[in-house]
C-alpha cells in the first residue's frame, strides 16, 4: 500500500508538470502567434510617433513706390513653446528648481505638478506650457542650462536640438523636457492697412480681407515625419511622411506712404467734422490696381482679440461691406449714358423750375432755387436734382436701368476681398416713375464705395470699366520670381467720345463750383454728393443725417488716380449741411499729394505773373 501511494503521487506530479507545460506552451503560443500583431503594433505605438510639421504662411507684402522697394505688412514670426512630460522627468526637485529660474514660477507649484498623478494612479503625462512666445535664442538658452544640471547629476553629454523645420515642429530634448514650433502672425504697420488685410486668429484661420480671402493659400499644408525613439525617449531616426507646403506670398498694389497719407488725413477730417467714420479709396483707373484703403475708425491686426471684444463691427471693410445711397456723385454716371445714347450733349440746354412733381412726390433743387436755362454741364456743376429728373425721363426706365446694369450696380465687383456685397438696384419690372426720377440724382438705390470707384473708371478710361483689385502679384513657395495679376477689363460701357465728353464735364464742377478739390497747376475733375440717410426703423430718411462725398480724377486729360472719399453723418451743425465743407477740402488735399508724390508734370501750369 506505501509502495503503491508513492507510485500515485509521482504520477499526479507527473501529471501536473505534463498540464502546466501544455499551459506555458499555450501560453507562449498566444503570446507568439496569436497577439504578436497586437503586442508588435502596442510596441511600435511606443516607439514611433508622428510629428507634424506646419508650413509657415505666406508673407504679404505692400509697396513703396518712393524707394522701389516692397514693404512687410503682415509676416508669421517663428516661435516656441516649453513643455514637459512629468512621467519621464527623472531628479524632479532638480529640475522644480532649474523651471522655477527659467520661467519664474513658483519651484513649489512645479514640483507639485511633476509629481502629479493621475485616476491610474500613475504620474502625469502632459502638462499645459510652461512658456511660450520663445525665440530661438532663447531656446538655446534654456538647452543650455538644461544640459549643464544633466552634466551634474548623470554625466550626460550635450545635447543639441535640430530645429529645422524639417525635423517636426515638436524638438524633444531629454529628461521629458520638449519644444514646441509655432507660428505668431504679427503686422509690423500696427493698423495701417487693417480693414483691408484682415488678420490671422488663434486657430490659424485668416479672417476677413486679404488673409481671409487667400486664407488656404496663404496657410500651406501642412507635413508629417516619423519619429522612432527607444524607451527613454532617446531619438533614433526620423523618416519624412508627408513634405509639407509653406504658403504663397502675395504683394499687394498698395503704396504705403499714399495710404498713410490718406489714413491721417481721412482720421483728421473725421474727428474735425465730429462725424461717425469715412472712408477713402484710390484707384488706378488704367489697370484697377488700388492705390489706398482707409477707412476710419479702424483697428491694428495685432490686437484683434482685443477688438473682437469691444468693437467686432471694426472687422468689416465698409468700402466693399457698407452700401449708402450716393447722392450727387451718382449723376455724372446717369448723365454718360444719356450723351452715349445721343440724347443729349454736354451743350445741350433746357429750362427748369425749382421743382417737379412725380408720382404726386415733389422734387427740388438742393438750394429750392431754379436755376433758369442750363446746359448739361450747368447741370452737373450745379448739381441739379430737378434737371436730372428730365435727363432721366429722355432715358426712360428699360435703358436706364441696362446702362446701371453695364455700369456693375446690383451686383459685386469681385475685388479680391471677403465679404464684398451687391448693393441694392431695384428691378426694372418694379421700376415707377419715382424711381427713375430719385436714382437719377442718387437716391433710392444703394451701392458700396468700390462699385462707384468702378463705374468711375470707365469715365476715366474712355469707357472701359476696369475689375478694382489689391492684390498685384503672388510667389508660390520655393520661388524667387513674382507672377503679375493681369488687369481685368470690361465691354466697352460707353464710346471713348462720352467718357471724354464727361471728363471735361467734371473739369468744369471743379473749377466753377468745388475749386478746394483742385490742385494748382493741374486738371482735376469731379462731383460732390451730399446725400440723405435712409431710416431703417421707421423709413424715409433721418433728420439732419447726410452723407458728404467726393469722386473725382486727375489729372484728367491723361488720369492717374480715380479717388473717392467719403464722410459718415458730419455734424451739420458744425461744419454745414453740404459736402464742400469736408469732403472736397480732403480730396484736394490727398490728390495734391499724390499728384507730387508721383511726380507728375502740371498738366495747366499758372502763368508767370
Known amino acids: 500500500m506505501v509502495a503503491l501511494s508513492t507510485r500515485l503521487r509521482i504520477g499526479i506530479l507527473i501529471g501536473g508538470l505534463f498540464v502546466f507545460s501544455l499551459l506555458l506552451v499555450g501560453r507562449l503560443f498566444q503570446l507568439t502567434i496569436v497577439q504578436h500583431a497586437s503586442y508588435t503594433a502596442q510596441a511600435k505605438q511606443q516607439q514611433n510617433v508622428v510629428r507634424e510639421i506646419q508650413p509657415q504662411r505666406g508673407t504679404i507684402y505692400i509697396q513703396n513706390a518712393?524707394?522701389?522697394?516692397?514693404?512687410?505688412a503682415a509676416e508669421s514670426v517663428q516661435n516656441f513653446s516649453l513643455s514637459v512630460t512629468p512621467r519621464n522627468v527623472l531628479h524632479k526637485p532638480e529640475y522644480a528648481h532649474l523651471l522655477a529660474q527659467i520661467t519664474g514660477l513658483a519651484e513649489t507649484d512645479l514640483l507639485a505638478d511633476l509629481q502629479k498623478t493621475g485616476a491610474d494612479g500613475q504620474v502625469v503625462q502632459y502638462l499645459p506650457p510652461l512658456m511660450s512666445n520663445l525665440s530661438q535664442e532663447q531656446v538655446a538658452t534654456i538647452?543650455?542650462?538644461?544640459?549643464?544640471?544633466?552634466?551634474?547629476?548623470?554625466?550626460?553629454?550635450?545635447?543639441?536640438?535640430?530645429?529645422?523645420?524639417?525635423?517636426?515642429?515638436?524638438?524633444?530634448?531629454?529628461?521629458?523636457?520638449?519644444?514646441?514650433?509655432?507660428?505668431?502672425?504679427?503686422?509690423?504697420?500696427?493698423?495701417?492697412?487693417?480693414?483691408?488685410l484682415g488678420f490671422v486668429n488663434s486657430s490659424g484661420q485668416g479672417q476677413y480681407g486679404v488673409e481671409g480671402e487667400f486664407d488656404q493659400s496663404l496657410k500651406g499644408y501642412a507635413g508629417q515625419v516619423l519619429v522612432q525613439r527607444d524607451s527613454q525617449l532617446k531619438l533614433l531616426s526620423e523618416q519624412q511622411v508627408i513634405n509639407e507646403q509653406d504658403g504663397s506670398s502675395y504683394q499687394l498694389s498698395i503704396d504705403r506712404n499714399i495710404q498713410y497719407d490718406a489714413e491721417q488725413e481721412l482720421a483728421q477730417e473725421v474727428q474735425d467734422s465730429e462725424a461717425l467714420g469715412g472712408s477713402v479709396i484710390i484707384m488706378d483707373p488704367k489697370t484697377g490696381a488700388i492705390i489706398a484703403m482707409a477707412s476710419y475708425p479702424d483697428y491694428d491686426p495685432n490686437s484683434y482679440a482685443a477688438v473682437g471684444q469691444t468693437s467686432p463691427g471694426l472687422f468689416t471693410n465698409p468700402t466693399v461691406s457698407a452700401i449708402w445711397e450716393p447722392g450727387s456723385i451718382f449723376?455724372?454716371?446717369?448723365?454718360?449714358?444719356?450723351?452715349?445714347?445721343?440724347?443729349?450733349?454736354?451743350?445741350?440746354?433746357?429750362t427748369f423750375d425749382e421743382s417737379v412733381t412725380v408720382d404726386g412726390y415733389k422734387i427740388e433743387t438742393a438750394l429750392r432755387r431754379a436755376y433758369g436755362t442750363e446746359s448739361m454741364t450747368d447741370v452737373l456743376v450745379n448739381?441739379?436734382?430737378?434737371?436730372?429728373?428730365?435727363?432721366?425721363?429722355?432715358l426712360g426706365n428699360q435703358t436706364m436701368s441696362t446702362y446701371l446694369q453695364k455700369f456693375g450696380f446690383g451686383s459685386q465687383t469681385g475685388v479680391d476681398l471677403t465679404g464684398e456685397i451687391n448693393g441694392k438696384l431695384l428691378p426694372v419690372s418694379q421700376w415707377q416713375d419715382i424711381n427713375r426720377a430719385t436714382i437719377a440724382f442718387g437716391q433710392g438705390i444703394g451701392v458700396t464705395p468700390i462699385q462707384i470707384l468702378e463705374a468711375y473708371s470707365a469715365i476715366a478710361d474712355d469707357g472701359?470699366?476696369?475689375?478694382?483689385?489689391?492684390v498685384q502679384a503672388v510667389q508660390q513657395p520655393g520661388s524667387t520670381t513674382w507672377q503679375p495679376v493681369q488687369p481685368v477689363f470690361s465691354d466697352q460701357i460707353i464710346k471713348p467720345e462720352t467718357a471724354a465728353a464727361v471728363r471735361n464735364m467734371l473739369i468744369q464742377v471743379v473749377a466753377k463750383n468745388h475749386t478746394r478739390a483742385g490742385v494748382p497747376g493741374y486738371e482735376v475733375g469731379g462731383k460732390t454728393g451730399t446725400a440723405q440717410v435712409p431710416d431703417p426703423v421707421n423709413g424715409g430718411y433721418i433728420a439732419d443725417a447726410y452723407n458728404h462725398s467726393f469722386i473725382g480724377m486727375g489729372p484728367v486729360n491723361d488720369p492717374k488716380f480715380i479717388m473717392l472719399v467719403k464722410i459718415d453723418q458730419p455734424n451739420v451743425a458744425k461744419v454745414g449741411l453740404y459736402a464742400e465743407s469736408t469732403a472736397v477740402p480732403l480730396f484736394g488735399?490727398?490728390?495734391?499729394?499724390?499728384?507730387?508724390?508721383?511726380?507728375?508734370?502740371?498738366t495747366n501750369p499758372t502763368p508767370n505773373p
Open 464 to 470: 472701359k470699366m476696369v475689375k478694382p483689385h489689391i
Open 383 to 394: 448739381s441739379d436734382n430737378v434737371a436730372m429728373v428730365w435727363v432721366a425721363n429722355k
Open 143 to 196: 538647452v543650455g542650462q538644461v544640459n549643464t544640471l544633466e552634466a551634474q547629476l548623470d554625466k550626460a553629454s550635450p545635447v543639441q536640438l535640430n530645429f529645422d523645420p524639417a525635423q517636426g515642429d515638436t524638438l524633444y530634448f531629454v529628461n521629458g523636457l520638449f519644444f514646441t514650433r509655432t507660428y505668431q502672425r504679427v503686422y509690423p504697420e500696427g493698423s495701417l492697412l487693417g480693414q483691408a
Open 589 to 602: 488735399r490727398i490728390a495734391q499729394y499724390l499728384l507730387h508724390y508721383y511726380q507728375i508734370p502740371p
Open 66 to 72: 518712393a524707394s522701389g522697394q516692397l514693404m512687410v
Open 331 to 350: 449723376k455724372p454716371i446717369v448723365m454718360a449714358a444719356a450723351i452715349d445714347q445721343g440724347l443729349v450733349t454736354p451743350d445741350t440746354t433746357s
